[in-house]
């Protein structure tokens, strides 16, 4: 059985959590504290050298990490992963985009507000972080005003890997008042009959 280690309250560790879900595949949960350093133990390095969850552990214990890389080995073969190359490229896209475009601004000024609690020395940074992450989100919503999902008409990993965030955006002060095709696509993807909240 794929044994996950992570946090509950971490998006990029949700996105797989709700893969397995989404496919039905049963997992072990394995709770990683990362505030108390527990991503940067030894035995946890030896899983990950970078020191981040989550992280896929297989049976024969290969480790896995990248929350984007694991979606696409957990999707390979089903129907969140188109196989055309040119839509398998769009799929790609969208995720390169989360990572560069949209987690380091939402993500991370969710993290300053609700893990750290805005502290003062790092209200600044959580101040910088709002334009880009408007940006992103104005990025999601034209694509969102075209199809209902991010590739086409079809549920793919591209929308699990930016629904982690993009949900909880709130949590890092971005309003998604002015953005109605996202709040549809939100609920869109969370109707899906194998659906499964973060906290769940
Ligand atoms: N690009 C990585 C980011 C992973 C990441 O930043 N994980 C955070 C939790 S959301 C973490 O482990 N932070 C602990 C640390 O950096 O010490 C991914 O998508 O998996």
Not at 69 to 82: C, D, K, Q, V, W
Not at 145 to 151: D, F, G, H, I, K
């Amino acid at each position: 059985m794929y044994k996950v280690y992570g946090d509950y309250r971490s998006g990029n560790c949700y996105k797989v959590k709700l893969m397995l879900h989404l496919l039905g595949q049963p997992y072990q949960w394995e709770a990683v504290n990362v505030l108390r350093g527990e991503s940067r133990s030894e035995a946890f390095l030896a899983k990950n050298p970078n020191g981040k969850i989550p992280v896929l552990e297989l049976d024969d214990g290969t480790c896995l990490w990248e929350s984007n890389a694991i979606l696409n080995f957990l999707a390979e073969g089903s129907e969140f992963l188109p196989s055309d190359p040119r839509l398998r490229t769009q799929v790609l896209q969208w995720q390169f985009f989360e990572q560069y475009s949209h987690e380091p601004y939402i993500a991370v000024a969710r993290y300053i507000k609700l893990y750290l609690g805005l502290p003062k020395e790092r209200r600044a940074e959580y101040e910088a972080k709002q334009l880009d992450g408007y940006h992103a989100l104005n990025v999601m919503e034209q694509q969102l005003r075209r199809t209902p999902y991010l590739v086409g008409e079809a549920y793919s990993i591209a929308d699990v890997a930016l629904y982690a965030y993009t949900h909880v955006a709130e949590e890092g002060g971005f309003s998604l008042e002015a953005y109605p095709a996202i709040r549809e696509w939100l609920a869109r993807v969370a109707s899906h009959p194998r659906h499964v909240g973060m906290f769940d």
